[in-house]
């Protein structure tokens, strides 16, 4: 069997209205798709992390440099071919754009792997240690308005999001330290009793104010407090981990299995969250678990795109070993963003229906069990949303 072409799909359409976080507002949805096609007929599907812009970048990465890199090579090397780009690719970055190009490839020679052996993905890894995963709802964008206006909102829809069967739920900050209390404190009251709450800062703080805002955490007694600080700030995170009893999480912004070790090494999150469509695809993320795992960190996927990032972080997370086991062992959790997302609802000839899953298990999703990631997209959807620059 042999490539015959690696095709990159942009897709996009105007969101019902703007969303934000703490680095940028956004009214536009995009998703960034990889097709590999071979020679016997038989097509794998991956995803590259990165919204917009960014997308349309990566676009000319995936077809304009490593498609002539790998055009003929059998898809079943999954782990030479994504060395050898690697390794071609070294001297022009180590980390963002290429990795996230390189991870959609990955992940799509991985489909391609289960269809040719007739297996999902996470039989092809070692098996499934669940059938299914509960998932937590993830919303309270910012927005263009007061921080009276989001308090409000942000009580209401973190109630709203537990009565769609959620038992778990997370909320952005990015207001200011003292603005971010009072909302925090809102989703709080607005969840009572009936659930967990997290909070994503998306970096924005300074390492002095994280401390504050993760101090009212405490008491508030969120789960989670996701990146605090930029992701550089090694330091910081373990200065925050050491003194705060909320758990620290982070690592969606790094990439590979060196730049985790770095991580690791340092001590500094509670739990780790790497991006498959991000850090390398499945043959970079399952190294990198392997290594949150030989430092006893828990990992909990970030998931960020279409029905095809989620069907593939679905059949990761049926694979992952508990950590550190028991009768009753920590386990993960899927990341489902609950605002307006076209690619993750309406993309597949047989849609995951997570939120109904979702309504109808107690907060559970079961895990695809169709061959390589376990869903195929609807091709006139994807030419329909399609964008051609």
């Not at 690592?251 to 730049?259: D, T």
């Not at 309406?346 to 169709?370: A, C, H, M, R, T």
Request: overall charge negative; proline content about 5%; charged content about 25%.
């Amino acid at each position: 069997m042999k490539i015959t072409k690696v095709i990159s799909h942009v897709l996009g359409y105007d969101l019902p209205e703007e969303l934000g976080y703490s680095q940028q507002y956004y009214s536009k949805r995009t998703a960034h798709l990889v097709e590999v096609q071979t020679d016997e007929g038989i097509t794998g599907w991956g995803e590259c992390f990165g919204p917009g812009n960014v997308a349309l970048a990566n676009k000319g990465i995936v077809e304009k440099v490593i498609q002539p890199m790998i055009l003929g090579d059998d898809p079943m090397d999954r782990d030479v071919i994504w060395h050898k780009v690697y390794n071609l690719l070294r001297d022009h970055g180590q980390k963002g754009m290429p990795m996230q190009s390189l991870s959609g490839v990955d992940i799509a020679l991985w489909d391609i792997a289960g269809k040719v052996a007739d297996l999902p993905l996470h039989k092809l890894i070692g098996g499934a240690h669940r059938t299914q995963v509960q998932a937590y709802g993830y919303g309270m964008m910012l927005k263009r308005e007061s921080v009276d206006d989001h308090v409000a909102r942000f009580k209401d829809e973190a109630a709203a999001i537990l009565d769609m069967g959620f038992t778990a739920t997370k909320m952005k900050v990015g207001l200011g330290p003292k603005a971010d209390v009072k909302l925090a404190a809102a989703v709080a009251e607005g969840i009572g009793d009936r659930g967990r709450f997290m909070v994503d800062a998306n970096h924005c703080y300074t390492t002095s104010d994280a401390f504050y805002v993760g101090r009212a955490l405490e008491e508030l007694d969120a789960y989670w407090f996701e990146e605090p600080v930029a992701p550089e700030d090694l330091d910081g995170y373990r200065e925050l981990r050491a003194g705060l009893r909320v758990n620290i999480s982070g690592g969606e912004a790094e990439f590979n299995r060196w730049g985790w070790r770095n991580i690791l090494e340092n001590r500094g999150l509670d739990i780790a969250q790497p991006e498959v469509c991000a850090v390398g695809g499945i043959s970079e993320y399952l190294r990198i678990v392997t290594l949150c795992h030989a430092h006893f960190t828990p990992v909990i996927n970030h998931v960020w795109g279409s029905a095809i990032a989620v069907a593939t972080n679905l059949q990761l997370l049926a694979a992952m070993p508990a950590l550190p086991g028991g009768l009753h062992p920590w386990e993960p959790m899927l990341e489902f963003d609950t605002t307006d997302n076209k690619f993750r609802d309406e993309l597949l000839e047989f849609p995951l229906n997570i939120q109904s899953q979702v309504k109808l298990n107690n907060g559970y999703v079961s895990i695809p069990d169709g061959p390589g990631i376990g869903v195929e997209p609807d091709l006139a959807f994807i030419k329909h949303f399609e964008i051609h620059d």
